[in-house]
Nanobody, 124 residues
Framework: QVHLVESGGGLVQAGGSLRLSCAAS????????MGWFRQGPGKEREFVAT????????VYAASVKGRFTISRDDAENALYLQMNSLKPDDTAVYYC?????????????????WGQGTQVTVSS
């Protein structure tokens, strides 16, 4: 059974940085695409970044491109999100997700497995 656990969230001032981690277990993840999504207060869950299996191709939401970096360590079954130049609008619960395919996807519905989320709060 696939199990995802996010960590690294917290409270940070605008302009600061955080690094989120996702520990994955239950299978070998190297061939599967993984992603980060977020849900802000009163908002729907939205795509943040994704990384493909096998080739590590990345795709970012326009709102985070140039500030966030997604990466993976397949030897450790881990996914990361380095977040720099954080803004109050980045405040959200951040979720790690895995899909049953190697290609990237920005669609929530294409991800079969989800973590419980980690809270990121950016103060102005």
């Amino acid at each position: 059974q696939v199990h995802l656990v996010e960590s690294g969230g917290g409270l940070v001032q605008a302009g600061g940085s955080l690094r989120l981690s996702c520990a994955a277990s239950g299978r070998t993840f190297a061939r599967y695409a993984m992603g980060w999504f977020r849900q802000g207060p009163g908002k729907e869950r939205e795509f943040v970044a994704t990384i493909s299996g096998l080739s590590s191709t990345t795709v970012y939401a326009a709102s985070v491109k140039g500030r966030f970096t997604i990466s993976r360590d397949d030897a450790e079954n881990a996914l990361y999100l380095q977040m720099n130049s954080l803004k109050p609008d980045d405040t959200a619960v951040y979720y790690c997700a895995v899909r049953n395919g190697y290609a990237t996807s920005t669609s929530i519905g294409n991800y079969e497995y989800w973590g419980q989320g980690t809270q990121v709060t950016v103060s102005s």
